[in-house]
């Protein structure tokens, strides 16, 4: 038996950090999309547990019992094995949740691979913040640390391109710069009717992890200022923690063109367009 698992990239349309808590965790609103960009998993019946790890983004990826593959692996406790593929197309310490949607898929794919119960939601909270949201993706609106998953109102259709300059940006290190940790959630959601209401709307919001993103990467100026600039674009925002950020587009056709410009100016930059996705 062969079970194949897509790990989505994450992306934080919005991100307000609005508290903190004793432990340091921040409190966050953030309405949450996925897109048709990722990983993939293949995961299969084995005697003993692995994972081996290829594809364009797999350089520095740990192998061992670092990757969150394997750590989610280890939430099922002992029991039987399976030979885990992990095809890495998205960049690591990126801010598009890479590793906590590997973490998700692996999740989903062992549990169908052995006919098991997911662990339960303080088990998978403990692999990383961003891992309940990826455990079904699509959109959302998320609060607390990252647990709280709440409904969000249907999108419209929209574009998306992805881009990242090359710099790892660890998170920590982000919410560590914070100046102010108790901003303003975001208001009630509205119903977009259209690709440029959402923007619009959007326009409106915040990542409030931008500006200590920034200081740590100032690369991450210039890429949203070339997004910005990119033919048919409605919006330019960071997602997570960074450096990846996203252009919204009125289509997909429309982010795979201001894609295509991009990666010949930028040859250096990890460029991809796709649209919203969900499970
Ligand atoms: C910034 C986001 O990407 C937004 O979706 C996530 O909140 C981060 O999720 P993540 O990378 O899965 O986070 P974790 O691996 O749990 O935490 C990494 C580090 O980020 C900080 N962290 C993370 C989430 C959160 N709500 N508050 C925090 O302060 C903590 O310093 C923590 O040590
Ligand atoms: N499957 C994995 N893929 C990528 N990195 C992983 C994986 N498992 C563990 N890691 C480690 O996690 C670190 C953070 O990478 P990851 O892509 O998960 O985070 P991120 O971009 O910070 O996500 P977020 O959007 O939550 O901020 C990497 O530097 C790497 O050492």
């Known amino acids: ?36 960009i990722g990983d993939r998993l293949t995961l ?9 790890v290829s594809g364009p983004r797999a350089g520095g990826v740990p192998v061992d019992g670092r990757n969150l593959v394997l750590k989610a692996a280890a939430l099922f406790g002992p029991g039987p094995g399976a ?15 890479g ?5 998700a898929a692996a999740l ?19 692999l990383g913040a961003d891992v309940p949201v990826c455990l079904a993706p699509g959109p959302v ?3 607390g640390v990252g647990e709280e998953i709440l409904p969000a109102p249907a999108l419209p259709d929209f574009g998306l391109m992805l881009v990242n300059p090359g710099v790892e940006v660890p998170t920590p290190a982000v919410f560590k710069g914070l100046v102010r940790k108790d901003n303003a959630p975001m208001p009630d959601l509205p119903n977009w009717t259209s690709a440029a209401v959402l923007a619009e709307w959007l326009a409106g919001q915040r990542n ?11 690369v991450i100026g210039e890429v ?9 674009c409605l919006l330019a925002r960071m997602s997570g923690s960074g450096a990846t950020c996203f252009g919204i587009y009125p289509g997909r056709a429309a982010a795979e063109h201001a894609a295509i410009l991009l990666r010949e100016s930028r040859p250096g930059w990890w460029v991809e367009a796709g649209a919203p996705y969900t499970l």
């Open 99 to 103: 590793g906590s949607s590997d973490a």
């Open 208 to 218: 409030d992890l931008e500006p200590p993103a920034r200081a740590e990467a100032p």
């Open 44 to 52: 299969e019946r084995a005697e003993d547990l692995s994972l081996s």
């Open 83 to 97: 030979a885990i593929r992990l095809d890495k197309r998205l960049p690591a310490a990126a801010g598009i949740g």
């Open 141 to 143: 609106r998320m609060r």
């Open 108 to 126: 989903r794919g062992l549990a169908a691979l052995w006919g098991r119960d997911l662990p339960g939601p303080e088990a998978v909270l403990s």
């Open 224 to 232: 949203l200022a070339a997004i910005a600039a990119s033919p048919g």
């Open 1 to 36: 038996m062969t079970v194949e698992a897509f790990a989505p990239a994450k992306i934080n349309l919005t991100l307000h950090v609005t508290g903190q808590r004793a432990d340091g965790y921040h409190l966050l609103d953030s309405l949450v999309v996925f897109a048709d």
